[in-house]
C-alpha cells in the first residue's frame, strides 16, 4: 500500500479479517519489516529483491512465514540460494514463487516472461520447500493465465498466484492480467475437474487463518 502507507496495512488487514483469509504482502525495505509483519501473516520478497540479503535477514527474524519469488534472471541455483539464505537466519517457513523468467523474445509479441514450469520439478528434486506458480506477473496477459494455471497444477505446483478483480479493466494496477470473479470461478472449476486425473486434489478451505 505504498500511496498509503500504514494506513493502507491496516486496510489490507482489515480486509483479510472480513474475507476470512490470511494476508500475504510485500515489504521492500529493512526499515519497514517490523512494521509491515505487524499486519501481515505472510511476508513477501518480490523478484527484484531476490538477493537483498540484509532484507532477507530482517524478513527472515521477523518471525513471519516468507514467499520467495523468483527473479527473472536468477538461477535455479540463485533462488535457492536466496531460499537458504532465510532458513540460516532462522526462518524454515519458506514458500518459492516461480513468476517467470526472461528470454531474448520475451516482453513482445507473446508474453512478459516465460513461465519456467520445468523449475518446479527441480525445486520439488533438491529441496522440501513447497513452490508455487504466479501466471499472472509472468505472462502479463490474461488471455494466458489460465492456460498457463492449468499446467501448474499438472505439472505439481503446490499452489497459484492469480490476480483477481470485480472489474479488471478499471484495475488500478495491472488491468491487463486481472481475471474477472467469473473468470476465476471458471478457473477454479476446469482445476476441480483436472486434478484427480493427474493424481492431485485441490485444498477443501483456503489455506491460513485470520488472526
Known sequence: MRELGEEGLSYLREAGDRAGLAVVTEVLDV?????????????????RNMQNFPLLEAVAKAGKPVLLKRHFGASLRDWLGAAEYLL??????????????VAPHTHAPTSRFIVDLQAVVAVQEYTHLPVIVDPSHATFRRRYVVPV????????????????????????????QALSYDAFEGLMKQLEAMAPVVGRRLAAEPVGQPR
Do not use: F, K, S, T
Open 31 to 47: 526499515r519497514l519489516v517490523e512494521r509491515v509483519a505487524r499486519y501481515a501473516d505472510m511476508l513477501q520478497i518480490g523478484a
Open 149 to 176: 494455471a492449468r499446467a501448474a497444477l499438472a505439472i505439481g505446483a503446490d499452489g497459484l498466484l492469480l490476480d483477481v478483480h470485480p472489474r479488471p479493466e478499471e484495475a488500478a494496477v495491472d488491468p491487463l
Open 88 to 101: 540460516y537466519h532462522g526462518n524454515p517457513a519458506v514458500v518459492l514463487c516461480e513468476r517467470g523468467i
